[in-house]
């Protein structure tokens, strides 16, 4: 069984070491989501549709 640290995490791209981050994972069912800076406290999965409407929403 995988933990949540072996997923393919990746910072997003316009993020600098000054500011928040979040990081993005795609997990077997779901979108993983954390942040950069406070990884221990946990991740928010985010469903495929739920996740489209999200990207869509930003690119706005």
């Not at 990884?39 to 495929?48: F, S």
């Amino acid at each position: 069984m995988n933990t949540i640290d072996t997923y393919a995490w990746r910072k997003a791209r316009r993020s600098t070491s000054n500011q928040s981050c979040v990081e993005v994972a795609p997990l077997p069912a779901s979108t993983g989501v954390r942040d950069t800076k406070d990884r221990d406290r946990g991740h928010l999965e985010v469903g495929p549709a739920a996740w489209c409407e999200l990207l869509s929403t930003l690119k706005r």
